[in-house]
């Protein structure tokens, strides 16, 4: 079998990118393939070119050798590429973020078909989305959380506030009325008679805002349990009913009466929202794009009152 010229395009990109991950990203590869291409080279020229350290993979000597050796062809045949193939309609970038499927909904679910590249959405936990972001899986994160890899940069661009809410009919006077008491047993006691939504997979809101106001864990549990936060959002603003929520995601409806905000605790529960990125990115247009969408729907009523988003 012959010599791929693939291979050697594709060795060139990770001797520069120092991974593999980095490699697949700028040939727009997926990273099975960029193995593969290294194996196949190896195989072929029958040396080892790379050593794996910690987080990065280092040329051998004989690695060093063949970079020496073909990068300046390689550059002249992309500039040929360029040259006799200026009027090829460009391929779409395709980029991945990382963000809780409420954020989703509430802020870039309207703007996807507008968007001029591919964009691949991925929901899960923020740790597990920092971890991603690090190794390249993904180009961009909405998180209330940082993570201290050198490889990462978190630019906080908005805040949100973590708010008692109820459907817009229920008389809430009463509970003011304790409230402006500090008589808080009673306040609690009010509260525990009422009906109250939940979300299946994240109950956290709810009895962090309990325990930080009533100084114990909350010993009743919600009597609706609902897919996610924008489910309870609905619920309430058609139903009966309290819940604990970011008052970003409910910001139309208390502004239209369906919901009301009934109480911001005290102490007030507020996050700063971060854009994660990588340091190094080929992407840097394309988020940028997507980082203004963002600051434009958070723009307004959220920054006035330094409210936001997901814990």
């Not at 700028?26 to 291409?37: A, T």
């Not at 970038?93 to 963000?99: C, E, K, L, R």
């Not at 006035?304 to 814990?311: C, D, E, G, T, W």
Request: proline share 4%.
């Amino acid at each position: 079998m012959g010599l791929n010229l693939e291979w050697l395009r594709t060795f060139k990109s990770i001797y520069e990118q120092g991974s593999l991950t980095g490699a697949a990203q700028e040939l727009f590869i997926s990273q099975p393939g960029v193995s593969l291409h290294l194996n196949s080279l190896e195989a072929y020229t029958g040396y080892k070119l790379f050593d794996r350290s910690a987080k990065k993979l280092v040329p051998t000597e004989r690695g060093k050798v063949i970079y020496n050796f073909i990068e300046e062809p390689l550059l002249k045949l992309e500039s040929a590429e360029q040259l006799f193939h200026k009027s090829t309609k460009a391929g779409r970038a395709t980029i991945s973020i990382g963000m809780c499927f409420e954020t989703f909904q509430y802020t870039l679910e309207k703007y996807i078909a507008t968007l001029p590249f591919n964009v691949i959405i991925k929901f899960g936990d923020y740790p597990q989305m920092i971890n991603d972001l690090d190794k390249g899986l993904l180009d961009l994160i909405i998180t209330p959380q940082k993570g201290d890899q050198k490889n990462l940069e978190f630019k906080p661009f908005s805040k949100e506030r973590i708010v008692l809410v109820a459907d817009g009919k229920t008389d809430v006077k009463p509970l003011h009325t304790l409230l402006k008491k500090k008589d808080m047993k009673a306040a609690e006691n009010w509260l525990r008679e009422q009906l109250w939504y939940s979300t299946a997979a994240d109950m956290e809101h709810l009895k962090r805002f309990w325990q930080l106001n009533f100084r114990h864990h909350m010993d009743f549990k919600p009597n609706y349990i609902v897919p996610n936060i924008c489910s309870i959002v609905r619920c309430l603003s058609g139903g009966t009913g309290f819940s604990v929520v970011p008052d970003f995601l409910c910001t139309q409806e208390i502004e239209s009466g369906a919901m009301k905000l009934v109480w911001e605790g005290e102490p007030a529960i507020e996050n700063t929202l971060y854009f994660g990125t990588r340091k190094k990115t080929m992407y840097a247009g394309e988020i940028d794009q997507v980082q203004q969408i963002f600051t434009g729907e958070f723009r307004g009523p959220l920054l006035v009152n330094s409210n936001a988003r997901r814990n």
